[in-house]
Every structure is written in C-alpha cells, then in structure tokens.
C-alpha cells in the first residue's frame, strides 16, 4: 500500500475537500490535488516522460557528476515547479521532517534515508524519491508523507507502519532432524529466517521448501509442512511449522545394468551413501540394515561408481541417470513385537563400461624450472603397463603440487589430458604443467601472543623472510607450535593468512594465535589405583615470562603417596635449540594393593590373599636434569624428531610388610656384598637415560591425529649401589575418523598405543626387585588392579610350626614356666608371591567421541601380557641363600623343650615361576566417560571394564620335601602326628588366584 499526501494546512476550503471522514488520505481521497503530485502517479503525461528522457541524455552527454538519472529525469521538474513558485511567490523552505509511526527502527535512520533535507526548497519530484527510499528499504509494510503547510515552512509528516518482527519460532513433529540441522540448513540456503528477523512470507515459503528438502535427505521424501503464523501485539509474530513426516523411506535393491566385468556387490560397495550397512566382503552379512534414502547423494554415488571403474582400468565407463522407483513393504518388528509398513525405493543404475585401458606412460611439458622428469614420474606411484588407477593417478597429482609448493611454486597447475592407443588399449598422459613463478617470503607477522614473545614463535619455525615459500615447511612449523601447548590448536587453512604480491613474486605470511593461560595454580585430587585418595596443590607455567620456559611447582599428600617436586625447563639455552631441564624431588608410594583395593572400591581381602600380595613402601629422594637437541633433518618432513639425554641421582629406602615381600626383597642379588634388612636400605641409583622422540601429533593435549614415538634405555651402576638396565619403546597413533555420516567432520578420534618394556639386571646382579615390572591399572589394563598383572614365583621360606595337642592346646617348653613360650618346629615351606616381570607389553585401543567441551566418551579395549623370560633375574644372594640353608628343619626329638634330630635342606639359588602364572594374557573391554575438571586440572574418569582374558586358576602347591621326610620333622607322638597333618593342610593347599571378571570404577588419571 503506497500512499503519498499532501495538506495544505492554510487552505481551509482544499482541506476540507481532500480528507475524508475515515482520515485515510491518499491520491483517490484527494481528486483536486492530482496536478501538484501527478509525478508520483503512473498516469504522467507523455510530454513529461518525454522531457525527463531528453534531460537524461543531455545529462549522460554532458556527463554531469553530480546528477544521476533518476535526478535528471525530476531535474526538469523541480525547474518548472520552482520557477511558477518564484513567479507566484508561493517558494516555501522546508522545516525538520517528522517521523510518526515508527517503533524498531530509530527516527536517525528513517531521516538518513531522504533526499529532502532541512533548509532545502520543497520539491514533490524530491518528495517522491523520498517514498520510494523508505518503501524501498522493505522494512515497512505502510508509509505515508504528508505535507503540512506552516507560515515558517513546509512540514513533511512520515508516517510508517513497521513490518511485525518473528518473536519465536517452533517446530511441531519434526523428529528425524534436531534444530540445529534445520537451522543450518537455513543458514546455507541463506531464508533469513531467524528469531527478531521481519516477516516476510516469501522468506517463510522459502524456508518450508528448504525443510522439506531437508527431510527428504534424510528420507522423508513424503513430508507436508503448513506454517501457522500468529500476532503478538503489539508489532510481532509467533511462527510454527507444522511438520508431518510421513513414513520413512529406506533404499531397497541395488542393481546394475550394463556391467559385465565387475559384479554388483564391488559397485555396490563404492556407493558410500546408499549402500547397505553390514559386514564388507562377506557373503550373507553384507546386506544387514538398509539405509535411509538420499536423492541428493545419490549422483554422488553415480560418481563413485564411475571413480570405481576407472579405478579398475575402465577409463570411459559411464553412468546414465539413475532410475528409482518406489514400493511399499512390510516387515516384523522384534522390539515392538509387530508388524510395520514402509517404503523402500530400489535403484537402477545403467552402466557402460567401454574397453579396459592399461597405462602406457606419464609425460610432462611446461616444466622449465624442473627439468629432471624422473623426480616428477616419482611422485605417481602408478607404473607403466599396470591397468589404469584413477585414484592412485589422482594422489600423485596431490604429490606433484606438494613437490612443486616446496620450491616455492605456489600457483602450481597440473592439467592430464588423455591420449589413447586404441589398438594395445593403453592410455597415455599428458600432463601440462603451468609451474607460476616462485614465491619468496617477505614478512612473517604473528597476531593473538600478548604474552609469548615473537622470538619464541619464530624459533620454532621453520621459515624465513626472504627464502623461498615451502608449503611442507610451513605445516611442519604450525605442528612444532601445536606442540608447544602455548596456544589453541592451529590449523593451515584457518590460522595462517598468506597474501601474495604476484608482481614481486613474493608472499606476506600472518599466523593467527590464540593463547591458553600460561599459568596454571589449582587443586587437584581425587582416586587412583596407584596413589590411592590423593589431594594436591600445584602452580605451573609453561611460558615463563613468556619467554617459552616452564616452571612448575607440585605438591601431592595421599593415604598410597606423597609427592613434592620442583622443576625448570629451558627449551633454548644460549639462544640454541637446546633443551635443559632440572628437577627436585621427594616421594613416598605404599605399594600396598590391598589399600589401593579398598580406596578404588574393591572388596577388602582375606589374610590368605594378603600374603600373596607384595606389599612394602619406598621413600626416595634425588634430583634429575636433562639434556635434548632437534634432529631437523631427521624424519623433518613429517613431524618433529629430538634425541636427549637426562641423569637421575637417588636414595631410597624400602619398608615391607609381609614375610613373603621381606624375603624376597632381602634375599634378591641387587647389591653385592650386602644381605638382609640391610640391602633395603640406603639404596643409591645413578641413570643415565638416552632418548629418542619423534611426534608429529596436532596438539600437546588431547591429540586429534598424528603420530609419536619414545625410545629410551635406563643404564644404572655408574655410580650408585646397584646395576640395571631397562629399555623401553612406546608408539601412539591418532585417527581422526572423516567421512563417517554421524562424524563427518573428523571430530571423532580412534587412537592406538603399543608399548613394550624390559629390565635386567648386569655385573653380577640382578635388577632391584622395585625396578620390576607389574601390570594393570588405568593408566595400562584398565579393568585390573593397580600393580596386579604380574607372574608368580615360589619363594621358600623357613617357618616355625607351634606344635599342637589335638584338642587345639599348644606345649609349653616348660610346663612350669610358661614364659619361656611354645615349643616350635623349624619346617621349609613354599609360599607363593608376585615378583612381576622381566618384560611388559601392552596395547590400548580407543574410540573417543567428544561430547562437549572438556566431556568425552570412549570405547576402549586393553591388552597386557607381563612375564618373565630370564631365570638368571631371580637369583638370590649367597647371604640371602645361606639364612635358608645353613638351619635345621624339623625336631622329632625333644629333651627338656631342646630340639633334637633336624635335618639340612637345601634350597635353588634361583627363584622359579609357578606353572601356569608366567605367559598370561589380560584383556578388558569396555566404555568410559572423560571429564576434564577446570578446576582440579585433571580427568575425572568414570569407566567400567569387562575382563575377557584373566588369570582364573587353581595352582597345586608342593612342599620342598617329600611327605615322608615332612612327616618325619614332628615327633611320633599325637601332637605330632595332628601338627604334622595340619601344616600340611596349611602349606600343601591349593592356591586360588583369581582375577575380576568386570571392574566399574572411578579415577583421576590418564591411559594414554
């Protein structure tokens, strides 16, 4: 509705003729007024429209700047006008337009959009263009100028009615997409169509055809949508989108016509999008569900089809227009217990293979700054007299444009172009290279590093202004700065902003940063198998003065453990790549599984299952430093390679608590020359560690892809009191998971680990039995306990055995002085204890699923296979053999509570593993949930574990010597004889060892 009026509020008389009753104003309601404004009406005459032509040419010829022809066509106009009021005297100025009506959109902007300024003489060519400015604009539904005719000026009056503004919007039975795929799918089809947006009809039409469209991808082809629209008063709408789904639409058969040389199923299995889901390259399992119909992926997998012809040679395969029909169906559903209807829509895909093409030769042309063609040829990997690959053909020209953006040649174009011989069936090609010039770097800048400064950054790249541009280079550096764990993770394609200059050749590089808290002062606490409930304090940076040091200081008090250290690092010393570190520490750990047990929410256990177990403490102090230098042309060209060295100097001193754990620690060959208690304590270790990294993962926390390697090897015994060695190799590798349609953007990441470790002793000695290895735990196995996993060994043992009368009554040595206690008989036993072992090797593999920030869930299964390989690393010390052997066993004579009769046993120097406890597999499998504590700066982790493989077994255990001597170490009495058979019933059991078949816990600690 356009109106434009115009009052003349002196003329009483015309006033009176042009309003009417209802005070709608307008061109009908205002017939004398048509010659003042009949430039605004379609009815202007032809000698006008004839006069404003002719001005505008004149104006184009005379080419005015200041005119356009919108002007020059009222230009004549408003000389006419202003020329009869001049002669008449009636030239009237004009006063501040008003503005009525309006409510969103401020009085300024409506006021910007006229022409007609304060001042200004009054023109209705000038009024018009102000109507048609603000109707123009599309935020009104209704405008209205009308003038008002004052002694001082004329008046102009703007009334506006304001188109009504969306309030909310809703979605009724949309269920096969969530809000946010339909506002996306609005967002790319650009509707508009927001919350406080205008209404627009056109745009809600518009936006039922995008969500239709939607829908039918998701296979909903049969969707109806009604909008309903609503008023708000006083100026706004409430939109709901009525949505009926309909069935949804699965793909059915899948067939082919026209291909004779490749079967249906390989064909099949290329249509990425519709093909069914099941198990590939299987007979009866590969058709298990079907998926949900797409129209619009359905030329992709056309495509795909094509790609997996010319993958197979057929270079001119095509694929016509694919033919879909649909169909009803039925099926039984086994969850609702009924049957249901559907419709399937099955698709014929004609095909024309043409003839099978092998590769007769790869040439290039255009290639003057790189003369040599076999370095170019390198690059495919496709050879010559292989039938024809597209893909492979298709990676190689990927390789050729890196090769060639390694030189600088950033512009790079290869074009193929086929040549055939139709008579050996090869197919030639052509490659025509179009290499640009080269581009040299000519600034590096840095935006987002408020704190780190710019040498720091420019040290770890690998670039320099004036050398020429690298591509490979360029990558490599943003990894080597992920790797810092200074800034977000950074990404190529958004975070580094090239600008080429290609009249100079040269490129301007800005790295966009964006910077974590350097420094990290929190809490942090919570439940691990290892160090049992734990509570701690810890300040660290890791861009010290932002000059790239870290600083970091940890205190950690716990019922398993206690931890105080102080560290530095220097990653440049003297402005060189290398790097310097030192530490200071003291620690204590109980390595007391039955605590550990309890405090992870395992049952607590017997006193049988105590004395297996190994349980003693170690309280070390010490300090370490290190050394570490980039190997830059190492493995440079796919990741970031370091080899290193650090020196650890300690003492500790252990505690045990069970006669198991204290003989076998004493009675070990780890110190020469020194048995007993006595070798437990004052232990001094010396390590020297060579290392090698290698890494080329994306980010320092929570890798996304990529992959690392740790090498290293423990030597101890320069220096110290003991001898050891102990290599290890640990290897990770991150996936991240593209393409998948519920994941298609990678955000899911599959992650492996692989490690394998070993320790041994030299010198005469065997490693110290703390040095050994043990299975299990959350940062291993998951779904076994801390330390655990480990092989058995038969220790011998030296008890004395209370002898006892039937009735349960010990004897006295004296019946008349009971303080000189019972009377005891010496006999060698077998107890059975985890020692761990010599070599570990475990897997992990995870699927992690990012749930939102700083929550993830992860599928995960975990396999360890800890066991002994060496003999000669369970040897006992000739002190430590002696205290067994040098004793008598037995007292089957007693004269005045004195023993007489004992027999010598003697005992292996070496310690033996039990049968059936050495070479044996764990495994758990399970799910897990990640949260990252913001203010514990730790993962807080829930999993729950199944445990397929497990050490389940009952072992025989035998006594050192056969029962007929046994029996002979008691008297011939009956107190003898029932103490006889109740050490055998004690010490001649079975073993039961048994591992959990499921764990659920919680923890705060990592795996890998």
């Known amino acids: 509705m356009r109106i434009f009026t115009v009052k003349r509020a002196s003329d009483s008389s015309i006033k009176q003729q042009n309003e009417p009753a209802s005070g709608v104003s307008g ?3 205002h017939p004398t ?19 404003y032509s002719l001005a505008a040419l004149i104006v184009l010829a005379a080419g005015l700047p200041c005119m356009d022809v919108a002007q020059a066509q009222t230009a004549p106009a408003a000389a006419e006008t202003q020329a009869a009021d001049l002669q008449n005297g009636n030239a009237q100025a004009l006063c ?6 309006n409510r969103r959109i401020p009085k300024e902007s409506v006021l910007a959009r006229l022409f007609s300024r304060q001042g200004n003489l009054y023109d209705p060519a000038i009024v018009e263009r102000d109507f048609n400015s603000l109707w123009n604009t599309g935020y009104f539904e209704n405008v209205r100028i009308e003038r008002v005719d004052t002694p001082a000026c004329v008046q102009l009056v703007i009334y506006v009615q304001e188109k009504p503004t969306i309030r909310e919007i809703n979605y009724k039975g949309l269920n096969a997409v969530s809000l946010s795929d339909a506002q996306e799918a609005f967002k790319k089809a650009k509707v508009g169509l927001t919350v406080e947006s205008q209404y627009d009809p056109t745009r809600i039409k518009r936006a039922e055809t995008v969500l239709k469209e939607l829908l039918s991808q998701h296979g909903h082809q049969f969707a109806t949508i009604k909008s309903e629209v609503k008023t708000i008063p006083p100026a706004a709408v ?20 026209g291909n004779n040389s490749i079967p249906d199923r390989t064909l099949r299995a290329s249509m990425k999008n519709l093909k069914p889901i099941g198990v590939p390259h299987s007979i009866v399992l590969e058709n298990l569900l079907a998926r949900t119909f797409d129209a619009s992926k359905l030329d992709e997998d056309a495509e795909r089809v094509r790609v997996a012809y010319r993958d197979k040679g057929y270079f001119k395969a095509i694929t016509a227009e694919p033919v879909t029909k649909i169909r009803d169906t039925s099926s039984f559903n086994p969850f609702l217990l009924k049957p249901t209807v559907g419709k399937r829509i099955d698709i014929l895909m004609p095909v024309e293979e043409g003839d099978r093409y092998k590769l007769g030769g790869i040439t290039f042309k255009g290639n003057a700054h790189v003369p040599n063609t076999r370095v170019l040829r390198a690059q495919f990997a496709l050879k010559d007299g292989e039938y024809f690959n597209a893909s492979l053909f298709g990676k190689g020209l990927t390789q050729l444009q890196k090769a060639y953006g390694e030189l600088g040649y950033i512009n790079f174009v290869g074009t193929p172009a086929p040549r055939f011989d139709e008579a050996k069936k090869l197919i030639y090609l052509d490659i025509d290279i179009d290499e640009g010039k080269p581009f040299y770097i000519s600034r590096i800048e840095f935006t987002g590093n408020t704190i780190t400064r710019d040498k720091v950054i420019r040290r770890e790249l690998l670039v320099e202004e004036g050398q020429v541009y690298n591509s490979r280079l360029v990558d490599l550096s943003l990894l080597r700065l992920n790797q810092l764990n200074y800034f977000e993770a950074l990404k190529s394609d958004q975070d580094v902003e090239s600008r080429q200059n290609a009249d100079d050749g040269t490129v301007d590089l800005l790295v966009k940063l964006k910077e974590k808290g350097k420094n990290s002062i929190g809490l942090n606490g919570g439940i691990s198998g290892l160090s049992g409930t734990f509570i701690g304090l810890n300040y660290e940076t890791n861009n010290f003065l932002g000059l790239g040091e870290t600083l970091s200081v940890q205190a950690n008090v716990g019922d398993l453990s ?19 570190g030192v530490s200071v520490f003291t620690t204590k750990y109980d390595f007391n599984p039955s605590k550990s047990y309890g405090a992870t929410g395992t049952s607590n256990l017997s006193a049988a299952q105590n004395s297996q177990l190994a349980n003693y403490n170690q309280a070390t102090t010490g300090f370490t430093t290190s050394l570490s230098e980039p190997l830059r042309h190492l493995l440079a060209r796919t990741g970031v390679a370091r080899a290193g060295v650090s020196y650890s100097l300690s003492r500790s001193s252990i505690t045990t608590f069970n006669d198991n754990t204290r003989n076998v620690f004493q009675n070990l060959s780890f110190r020469s020359g020194v048995a007993g208690l006595n070798q437990l304590s004052g232990i001094v270790t010396s390590v020297f560690t060579p290392t090698f990294t290698f890494s080329s993962l994306d980010r320092a926390q929570g890798p996304h892809s990529g992959r690392d390697f740790n090498a290293q090897i423990q030597i101890a015994g320069a220096g110290g009191n003991v001898k050891y060695y102990s290599p290890a190799i640990a290897f990770r590798q991150f996936y991240p998971m593209k393409g998948l349609k519920i994941n298609r953007e990678g955000h899911n990441v599959l992650g492996m680990r692989v490690q394998l ?11 110290p039995p703390q040095q050994r290895i043990y299975g299990g735990g959350e940062s291993e196995v998951r779904g076994f306990d801390v330390r655990a996993s480990s092989p058995y060994v038969v220790i011998p043992n030296r008890v004395q055995f209370n002898l006892t009368n039937p009735d349960g009554s010990t ?6 002085n009971p303080s000189l206690g019972n009377i005891q008989i010496p006999i060698p036993v077998y107890r059975l204890q985890p020692i761990g072992g010599d070599t570990q090797l475990t897997s992990n593999l995870e699927y992690r699923i990012p749930i939102v920030n700083q929550v993830t869930f992860a599928f995960f299964t975990d396999f360890g296979l800890t066991f002994n390989t060496q003999d000669s690393q369970l040897r006992q010390s000739v002190a430590g053999l002696s205290t067994l052997n040098s004793p008598s066993y037995g007292c089957p004579t007693f004269v005045n509570g004195a023993c007489f009769g004992g027999q010598s046993v003697t005992f292996s120097q070496y310690l033996h593993t039990a049968s059936g406890t050495n070479f044996v597999p764990r495994m758990s499998n399970g799910a897990e949930l990640q949260v990252i504590l913001p203010i514990v700066n730790a993962p807080f982790r829930i999993f729950y574990a199944y445990n397929p493989l497990r050490l389940y077994k009952d072992l025989p255990m035998q006594l050192p010597v056969s029962l007929g001597t046994f029996r ?14 109740q050490a055998v019933q004690l010490y001649g059991a079975d073993y039961v060892l048994r591992e959990p078949r499921k764990t659920f816990r919680l923890t705060v600690s990592t795996t890998f």
Not at 240 to 255: A, D, H, M
Not at 562 to 580: A, C, D, H, Q, T
Request: no cysteine; aromatic share 12%; hydrophobic share 35%.
């Open 27 to 29: 061109p009908q309601a």
């Open 33 to 51: 007024m048509q010659p003042i404004h009949g430039s605004i009406q379609a009815s202007a005459s032809r000698h006008r429209s004839f006069a």
């Open 96 to 101: 501040q337009p008003q503005v009525i009506g």
């Open 238 to 257: 409430s939109l709901t989108f009525n949505v009926k789904e309909g069935p949804t639409v699965k793909v059915g058969k899948i067939v082919f016509d």
């Open 562 to 580: 206690r931890n105080l250290s102080f560290g530095f690092n220097e990653p440049y010393l003297r402005n060189k790549p290398i790097s310097v």
């Open 757 to 767: 470790a070993h320790v041994g002793g030299f010198g005469g000695e065997v490693a």
């Open 811 to 816: 004897i006295p040595r004296d019946p008349s």
């Open 968 to 981: 002979s170490y008691f008297p011939n009495t009956g107190a003898g004889q029932y103490s006889y058979q």
